[in-house]
């Protein structure tokens, strides 16, 4: 079987895991509020790849903990990963009106609706984190707490898109340009492999390998959405084709040309495999994780 | 001493532990992101009574655990009860201009960085929940979590803003306005009573006797939140006074009339302080801010 077959077969049943957990965590309908926990649903249940589930499960199996041991934080992180998307997508934020082949939350209900559907979907990853102290040692918990917290805060998401924003329409260089991706995608992915392996016990230098793992897969994994942006159709991506370009917002091919960015993206893969060395097979599909990352974008 | 005096001389050191700790937890400023830290700081340490922190540390000190044992999530509840007010003063929810005398966040920065800021602080009361595990146990710290997180999201603070909306300018009954109100004030008012007294190892009778007095004290709060819409002046409120009456929003003295009102708000404080019956003078200072929420609306 070549790596790609593998990692299909890897994460069919992870991803099947990940959509009914996050199905049962998000079917109350009680009669009040209305419209709340319907929008939160539509945020998060009309799709995704489940990249940052995928990544927590195979960084705890890495380590030999199963992903069902996991499974509340990795599910905590793809409503993260949801509420940023939603607020993002707002008419103050990227006034994006299309997103995964469907109308955006702010189109679909509105946008005092989806301000909120973020904010409770944010609350919601904290309250599935507090579950997760039934299955890991708490004083794990409270270190993973303060890493996705961090990941998510003025030193990562929100900190990566108010630099977006403030940078859009200008000529900017290098560095700014991977403060804005490091923090807003790249913090998160980070976060997602580390609270697998944390939760799974990893010691110091096993978290150390993981970290520079996941600072370059998240490097790579947006070279690459910047890549597509530019050369995937609207149907592809889910999402209008073209949009940062139309924006003129920082990106690598923007800065270096769609063929430098491609090489700078497969150097990022080989040092994420090359962080990996450490480890024995069982960490093969973080490996193919950064192997797909950067094929995605040929 | 009169009550009053006794209040007064019980906060004023406890506010200062908070708004110096608040001020260490905002004082980053690092040269990107640019702007949010600002607009972080310009939310929460403008003013503020810092209702939520006192309440989490009187009830802590009720049970014999001092202030500084219950910092952080004291002022992780300050910097949620700061995001909801971001958030819900945005054109798309309340649309004010007005808040402690001062411009909203929006009007004074952005839409975009309003919503973030908004983000950030909500990020960064959980980052100062993590750190509460350095001072408790992470037991205790991972039940506080999961009654934050619930209080905050649908079955609490946002919940009760969509109703909110939703109802604007209909006639509605006393369920619905209950809800709103238990929803989106009540709710983290009684999550700061009980964190506090989880964290200083509450037994379940002591938890029982505190929720009963924290959702009493919620309802009155709120009751003469509204009824000082209707009476206080712009200036007295820091906010538009009459907002809600514009606004046709739901209020108590809407549906009972200021007088029935303000003796809804009485019995809700002789509830409060039978609540409290079990607790010996520790804690007097609960019962004192008991009085002191119905003795401003008069």
Redesign the interface.
Known sequence: MDWQAQLEAYIAPRKRLVDDALETYLA?N?P??????EA?RYAVLGGGKRFRPILCIAAAEALGVPATQVLPTACALELIHA?SLV?DD?P??DNDHLRRNQPTVWVKY????A??A???L???A??L???Q?RLS???R???V??L???A?????M??????D??CEGQAIGEA?LR?IHS?KTGALIRASVLAGALLAGADSAQQDALDAYSRALGLAFQIIDDVLDETASTEQLGKTAGADRARRKATYPALFGIETARQHAEQAKQDALNALRPFDERADPLRWLALYTVARGS
């Open positions: 109350e009680p009040r509020p209305r419209t709340l926990p939160m509420f607020h707002l103050a934020m509105s946008e005092a609706m301000i909120l973020g904010d409770a944010f609350a919601k904290f309250e984190l507090a579950e102290a040692p708490p004083e918990v409270a270190q707490l303060h996705i917290a961090v998510s805060g003025t030193e990562g929100c900190g990566g898109q108010v630099e924003i403030l700014e403060f923090h």
